[in-house]
């Protein structure tokens, strides 16, 4: 059974940044494509950045520039580090992992794709 743990999260000024962690226990963590979303307070869990190798990543437009999405594979962890953070980014973020033969791209974006959640992780950035 496949479990995926967040962490990082809390709260923090706007212009200031945290790195989240998403430790993933299981099997063949390196073969899956990762992604992460979040859902702010009282709107739709949304697509924020997704890996699946170092060199395909994808992040949304309105965290790209200052979200950066990377895993190691031999520690089972997926991380996002957050820099100049704004109160629009204040959510739950959830981890994710992509179902296999998902294409790279657009339906990285869906949360349909993805087959394994985690809880999730406050993030509050105060104004």
């Known amino acids: 059974q496949v479990q995926l743990v967040e962490s990082g999260g809390g709260l923090v000024q706007a212009g200031g940044s945290l790195r989240l962690s998403c430790a993933y226990s299981g099997r063949s963590f390196s073969s899956y494509a990762m992604g992460w979303f979040r859902q702010p307070p009282g709107k739709e869990r949304e697509f924020v950045a997704a890996?699946?190798?170092?060199?395909?990543?994808l992040c949304a437009d309105s965290v790209k520039g200052r979200f950066t999405v990377s895993r190691d594979n031999a520690e089972n962890t997926v991380y996002l580090q957050m820099n100049s953070l704004k109160p629009d980014d204040t959510a739950i973020y959830y981890c994710?992992?992509?179902?296999?033969?998902?294409?790279?791209?657009?339906?990285?974006?869906?949360?349909?794709?993805?087959?394994?959640w985690g809880r999730g992780t406050q993030v509050t950035v105060s104004s």
């Open positions: 994710a992992r992509l179902k296999v033969a998902t294409a790279f791209g657009s339906p990285y974006t869906e949360t349909r794709n993805y087959d394994v």
């Open positions: 890996i699946a190798s170092s060199t395909n990543t």
